[in-house]
């Protein structure tokens, strides 16, 4: 699909046109943004003033292999003041209760909340907080970047999203994969919400912890730390497991052996531009987890204290 030029709304064949919310329209969330918007949605992002100004003036410009380079006109606001069909989550862990003050849950009523987070620990506190029905995790593979506000670089070939929710009526997933895949990123619906966020964090750890530990991109973490990668991953996947997610730490080797050398976690971008780590929400919840199980997880448990003496 490639576009040029600024986004429209046009009539749409497959599914009514909605009003979506993304809170944080960062790379991830200012991609979605811009795709809901570019194939004819109605999308308010809900940022800082400062970002929300820029991009009720200038819009959302996304430059993409895939997708292609576009403008997208969305709205913007400090908050949510309407209802919506769905509100997408896709600021940071560390930033995320400070976030949720901008979405009143008074105000986001029965529309579905889709967290894009790290870790495995945030849809039971998004649930106390909103209600158990409407809360939909949410997992994308996507490399993509705001280089300043309003302005998205998707690097990655792909945007390829899980999407999950136990207590969420499968028709009202089904119906939101429906409008995300018509928009670009190709949307899957996971019957097993425990085993979809145990993929991802059984992925995103090893990766995390070890690159932003050495300060190295994923093809040194291969050729200088490979004994801990290794152990690592199978650290990782046999909490995985215990934890009813998926477990083959062979075939999570052969991930990351596939990964240009140049490679970086998020968390190490974070921590290289001086950011707040989402230590917790990725070690912490792996660290947690195994105690629950009483696995022993040494690896994990010293690079988890390395980095947060750091």
């Not at 497959?14 to 795709?35: E, I, K, N, R």
């Not at 996971?190 to 690159?211: I, N, Q, S, Y």
């Not at 921590?271 to 707040?276: F, L, V, W």
């Amino acid at each position: 699909m490639a576009h040029d030029g600024t986004a429209t709304q046009h009539d749409r064949t497959d599914s009514a046109v909605g009003t979506y919310a993304v809170l944080g329209p960062g790379g991830v969330g200012g991609l979605l943004a811009a795709l809901l918007a570019q194939a004819g949605h109605r999308v308010i992002c809900l940022a800082r003033e400062e970002t929300a100004s820029s991009l009720r003036t200038s819009g959302i410009r996304v430059r993409s292999g895939a997708f292609g380079d576009f403008t997208a006109s969305v709205e913007a606001d400090t908050e949510l003041r309407e209802p919506v069909d769905a509100c997408l989550i896709a600021v940071k862990h560390t930033a995320l209760d400070a976030s949720l003050a901008r979405v009143p849950a008074a105000v986001l009523g029965d529309a579905l909340l889709v967290p894009f987070l790290n870790g495995v620990e945030h849809p039971v506190a998004l649930r106390a907080r909103y209600g158990p029905d409407g809360v939909a995790p949410a997992a994308i593979r996507v490399e993509s970047t705001r280089t300043a506000p309003g302005e998205i670089v998707h690097g990655s070939p792909f945007a390829e999203i899980d999407l999950t929710g136990d207590p969420v009526p499968r028709a009202r997933l089904e119906a939101l994969a429906a409008v995300l895949t018509e928009a670009g990123p190709v949307t899957r619906v996971r019957d097993d919400e425990t085993a979809t966020l145990w993929a991802k964090m059984a992925f995103v750890a090893p990766l995390a912890l070890l690159t932003t530990r050495y300060r190295a991109p994923v093809g040194e973490i291969r050729a200088h730390h490979r004994d801990e990668l290794t152990a690592l991953v199978e650290e990782t996947i046999a909490v995985s497991r215990a934890c009813g997610g998926p477990g083959d730490a062979a075939q999570a080797v052969a991930r990351y052996e596939s990964f240009p050398p140049d490679t970086k976690s998020s968390m190490l971008r974070d921590a290289e531009a001086g950011r707040p780590l989402e230590l917790d929400a990725i070690g912490g919840a792996l660290l947690r987890a195994a105690s629950r199980h009483d696995i022993p997880v040494p690896v994990a448990s010293r690079l988890v204290g390395e980095l947060g003496e750091g």
